[in-house]
């Protein structure tokens, strides 16, 4: 299927369904009220633009930028984001009832400086990912996998990381004393980041 540029969807439609989509929106421009279904967006740039109030289930990114992006409700469920920048996006300003459900993967994109506080995020996997400055405040990440993230600067108060699986990645800090982490699995040389709040030095 030949891609078509997404204004031209969407000016024709509120439901798009099977379509492969580029091009882009301007800084700025608002969609509201759209539905996206098994589309994919290709080489798609919505670098501060919105998509407002929208549906964007089992779909596929790839080679786009997303990067300061408007998600206000809408919901993102079953989605996966390959080779992308989703620099500073407030993720926890859409609907998370579908991500319960249908868990995303992220694989070989950047994600610095994003949010994803208080979201749920079970089962979710992050491959690959340049995650530096990410807060996880408050997430549900139980079962949720990072394999080979960098997660410099990463934030995690409150966060349920019980049964995730870390162990690939690097530069993580986090206090178990402030997190739940029952079947939490790191490297063991990760590990040691969780000492640095007691001022343990490791040589």
């Given at each position: ?8 969807v969407?000016?024709?439609t ?9 091009g ?24 501060g633009?919105g ?37 500073g ?6 609907r998370?009832?579908?991500l ?5 993967t ?5 994600l ?34 990072f394999?080979?993230c ?13 049964d ?15 997190n ?14 969780l ?9």
């Open positions: 299927m030949s891609a078509r540029p997404l204004r031209e969407l000016g024709a509120t439901s798009v369904v099977g379509e492969h989509l580029t882009g929106l301007e800084p700025g421009e608002r969609v509201s009220d759209v539905e996206f279904e098994d589309c994919t967006f290709e080489r798609v740039t919505l670098v633009a998509l407002i109030r929208c549906t964007l289930r089992d779909c596929t990114v790839v080679e786009s930028d997303l990067s300061r992006v408007d998600l206000t409700d809408t919901l993102v469920g079953g989605c996966t984001i390959r080779d992308s920048r989703a620099l996006v407030a993720w926890a300003q859409t998370t009832s579908g319960i459900a249908e868990p995303w992220v694989v070989d994109s950047r610095d400086d994003s949010s994803f506080i208080g979201m749920s995020l079970i089962e979710a996997r992050f491959v690959g990912c340049r995650m530096r400055g990410v807060d996880f405040d408050d997430a549900d990440l139980r079962r949720a996998r394999d080979s960098d997660l410099a600067g990463a934030r995690f108060v409150r966060t349920d990381l019980r995730a699986d870390l162990r690939s990645s690097v530069e993580l800090t986090l206090d178990p004393r402030d739940t982490v029952t079947g939490l699995r790191l490297d063991p040389a990760e590990a040691l980041g000492l640095t709040p007691f001022g343990i030095v490791v040589d």
